[in-house]
Each structure stands twice: as C-alpha cells, then as structure tokens.
C-alpha cells in the first residue's frame, strides 16, 4: 500500500528536515539518490520503523523515531510502522547482558493493539501502513530458515559489541538470539523498504537488513538512526524503571509539569528530538525567547501532542496558578490520612517528640508532631516510608509552599495540607481515630 503525492519538495529542503534530530545516515548519498528518484518518478519512498511489543505503554523516549518517521509522511512518502508480533518472541539482545525472557504469545497480541492505538497519536492514521512481521514468518518453513541463515555468518554476529562481550566473558548466548538480527534484518526484505530507522542502539541490526537485501538482490535500504534521549534528570536514558520518563498516557498537568522541570539545556534537545519545530526557528528562539516563555512553549507542544491543545492549554493555567501564583489546580486529588497512622511513636534522631520539629503550621494551638515520610506514604506519593525519607532529603517534598526538611513535622490538625512531592500534589486532610 502507498499514498502517492504529486509534488515533492526540493530534496535538499527535504533532507534539511530529515536530518533534523537525527544521529546517523547510511549513506546520506544514498538518501539523496532514492529522494532525488522519487521525486522524479512522483513515487513516493518506503520507510520502515520496527517496534517489538515487549511493554504495553510507551514513553516519549520512544516516540524520538516514531516523530522521525512522522517526517517522511510529512513530505509524502509511505511510512509503514511494523509490529514484531514475530520477534518479539524472540526478544532483542541488543544492550543485554543476558538472554531476554521470551514473551508469550497473549502479551504479545495485547501489548500490539496498545501500540497500534499509541502510535497514531504522532502518526496520520489515514496515511500509515500497519503490517506484522507474522504475516510472513508464520509461512516461513525450516527450508526458508536455512537459507536465511545461510545468508550471514556466526563471526559476523558476534561483532556485535552486546555478544561479543558476552562469549568473551563466558556468558551464555542463545541460538535464538543469534537469529535475531536476521529475523529483523528480513523485515526489510519482506517489505522491500527503501528506509530504515531505529535508535542509535539498533545500528548493527539495520545494517543486518541493508546487507540481506543485497543478498537477495534488492537495493541497499537507507539506514537513518535517532539518538537516545536523555530522561528528566538530564544524564540517563528516559527509562520507566530509573523514574525519569514522560508517559505518553499521563495526565496532562502531570506531563506540562514534568516537562517543565527539565533544564534549559536539555530543552533545546527535546525540541529538537521531539518536535516538529524546524532548526531555523529552533536556533531563533535559542538568541530571542526567554528560556522560561520557550519551556512553556515545549511544554504546550508536547501536550498537545498526545491529548488536545484545549487540555494543553488548560495545563498550562493549572501549572501557572500551582507553582507561580501558589494557587492550587481546580482537579487537585484529596486525600484523608488518620492521625493516628502518622503519629510519632518513638523518638527520631536529631527531632525528639517535639523539640526541633520543623513547624509547618500556622495555628500551632491545635497542632500535633507527625512524621512526615509516613505522611508522604500514606498519601501515595511513594511505596514505602524509605522512599519518602529520600525524597525528604534531596528536598523534593513541599507541604503548604514550605520545603519539608525534618522527618518531624508540627502541623494543625485543623487545616488541610497541600503536600507536593516533586511535580504530583495532593491536599491532605487528617482524621482523628
């Protein structure tokens, strides 16, 4: 399937816009060449972006290649989002230091129609090719395998960096690890793509695919990789599992607040990595916009992006009246804790009962000494008081504008709190038992 365009844009403003935000070209002559040929022929390119289902919800690290892919579509050509419902059974060994649990085949189907629904939130669903590598390989005999696996050989898989660090330190490394590349790299002879792309990790695997193609005596496709983008603190992947991540299903207020909690720095890399601003006006705002007028921009972009520039909009005046007129948002979640559940029942190094607890209240006739890790527990804002004391000490927990730090806390039992722990706040009511 195709959606031919009539008229294409000069390749080199088409390149311009390609190359924005993207970490390599294989070969960029290459691109040219196939773009230089569509345009002439009004065919539009085949561009290919492979995701296996092995999580059921995406993070905007992930939607880096999918705005990638995005920008082909933009300039009409056939952007075709392939789901490994194949490989994923596999699993992909790329970056792992040991074999990855297979999935089962009901995860796989679930987490697909997830995606299916995730990717259309960047994607133009009337213009984008779905397709599942299964369609072939479920046809695939022990014959088709052979002859694929006749086509690469085990010194060139372990060239791998990921594998050739593991049989060097003596780490097991499945056989069926060893087919992944080729599993992946046949997708693309499957669908005859001109373009790959993938993150920076994924470079052996897509080259895997330009080399079977030759093999079967196709044109080389185009390998274009994105970078890694860099989670909330600025230094690590955006991964879940470190808490830095940016769901694409949170809450509107929740993602504005997250987005703006970023450093000036990191944001030009997001709007580069995650917009479809173009470099010139990118480099524009970086000499005229205040940073601050800027973030918010990002902020609302990105918003909008996954739910609404209405709910964008409204985040923003909620965000606005929360951290910059101490003013709480209209939705905010309440929640009553019993006293008794937070009581100080022992003494706390360095606090006492009492002396030298740190006095959030105004009205200290009513007032009583809680501990404010069970507080933050409690609430929900963490799983286990442990977690709450850490974020006590690096200063991330606010109760009625104040930074809490003491694990002792005399507050009024007449007053609700408005507790903030990082950019999640909640008001807190207290009960007696």
């Known amino acids: 399937m195709s959606f031919p365009m009539a008229n294409f844009a000069p390749v080199d403003e088409q ?125 695939f005999t022990a014959d088709d395998f052979i002859r694929l696996m006749a086509k690469y050989t085990v010194s060139q898989l372990l060239e791998r960096e990921d594998f050739h660090k593991r049989f060097r330190e003596e780490k097991p490394i499945a056989l069926h690890e060893l087919l992944y590349p080729l599993v992946q790299g046949y997708d693309s002879v499957a669908l005859e793509a001109d373009v790959e792309l993938g993150g920076t990790d994924q470079k052996f695997n897509l080259l895997v695919g330009r080399e079977l193609q030759r093999a079967y005596g196709q044109e080389s496709q185009v390998v274009l990789t994105t970078p890694i983008l860099e989670g909330l603190d600025g230094v690590n992947k955006m991964s879940k599992s470190l808490g830095n991540a940016i769901g694409i299903h949170e ?118 000494v809680l501990r404010a890790d069970k507080l933050i527990r409690e609430a929900g804002f963490t799983s286990s008081t442990a977690e709450a004391g850490r974020k006590i000490k690096e200063r991330a927990v606010h109760i009625n504008g104040k930074v809490i730090e003491a694990l002792a806390i005399l507050v009024s039992l007449r007053e609700p709190m408005l507790v903030r722990v990082g950019k999640k706040i909640k008001r807190v009511v207290l009960t007696l038992p």
């Open 15 to 139: 390149l311009t816009y390609l190359k924005k935000g993207s970490a390599e070209i294989i070969r960029e002559s290459d691109l040219r060449a196939k773009l230089e040929k569509s345009r002439a022929a009004g065919k539009p390119l085949r561009v290919k972006l492979g995701m296996d289902p092995t999580a059921p919800d995406l993070h905007l690290g992930h939607t880096v290649v999918l705005r990638k892919l995005k920008h082909f579509q933009d300039l009409g050509h056939t952007a075709i989002f392939l789901i490994g419902d194949f490989t994923g059974m596999i699993g992909d060994p790329t970056g792992r230091s040991a074999t990855r649990p297979p999935l089962t085949r009901e995860q796989i189907e679930e987490n697909a129609e997830t995606y299916k629904a995730q990717v259309f939130k960047i994607l133009d669903p009337q213009k984008t090719v779905i397709d599942f590598n299964r369609r072939w390989f479920a046809k």
């Open 251 to 368: 809450a509107p207020l929740e993602m504005y607040g997250k987005v703006m909690s970023i450093s000036d720095e990191m944001m030009w890399r997001y709007y580069e990595l995650l917009t479809d601003v173009q470099v010139a006006e990118i480099e524009r705002m970086k000499r005229e916009a205040h940073p601050m007028q800027a973030k918010k921009e990002l902020a609302r972009r990105i918003v909008g992006d996954f739910h609404s520039p209405e709910a964008a909009g409204k985040a923003a005046e909620d965000w606005a009246r929360q951290f910059q007129k101490s003013e709480v948002p209209e939705d905010v979640e309440q929640i009553e804790i019993s006293v008794a559940r937070i009581r100080i029942a022992d003494a706390l190094p360095d606090s006492g009962e009492g002396g030298g607890a740190q006095l959030i209240t105004s009205d200290p006739s009513n007032a009583e």
